[in-house]
């Protein structure tokens, strides 16, 4: 069973920085790419970050350019997404993703066939 369990959320004050983990088991997290989404109220779910283990390859959505960083650690079968200069635009949940491969537009929901259950973040003006 594919199981992708998200954790490090919480409140954090505007500046600040949290990690934020995707443990995943159930596959072979080798082959696949984790991605990072958000979903803020009234919002749609938007693509922040994703790294293939297959080559490496990241791909960071624009809004997070410059203050988030993903990275693995594959003999844990963990994905983190390091956030600093944090907003109060950023708050929302957040989800890891997985998908075989290399996704050709890794900041589409759709195509990710497993995710987690989600971790709120929270940052205060």
């Known amino acids: 069973e594919v199981q992708l369990v998200e954790s490090g959320g919480g409140l954090v004050q505007a500046g600040g920085s949290l990690r934020l983990s995707c443990a995943a088991s159930?596959?072979?997290?080798?082959?696949?790419?984790i991605g990072w989404f958000r979903q803020a109220p009234g919002k749609e779910r938007e693509g922040v970050s994703c790294i293939s283990m297959r080559d490496g390859s990241t791909y960071y959505g624009d809004s997070v350019k410059g203050r988030f960083t993903i990275s693995s650690d594959n003999a844990k079968n963990t994905v983190y997404l390091q956030m600093n200069s944090l907003k109060p635009e950023d708050t929302a949940v957040y989800y890891c993703?997985?998908?075989?491969?290399?996704?050709?537009?890794?900041?589409?929901?759709?195509?990710?066939?497993?995710w987690g259950q989600g971790t709120q973040v929270t940052v205060s003006s």
């Open positions: 993703a997985a998908e075989w491969g290399r996704p050709s537009t890794p900041y589409l929901p759709y195509e990710y066939r497993y």
């Open positions: 159930g596959f072979t997290f080798d082959d696949y790419a």
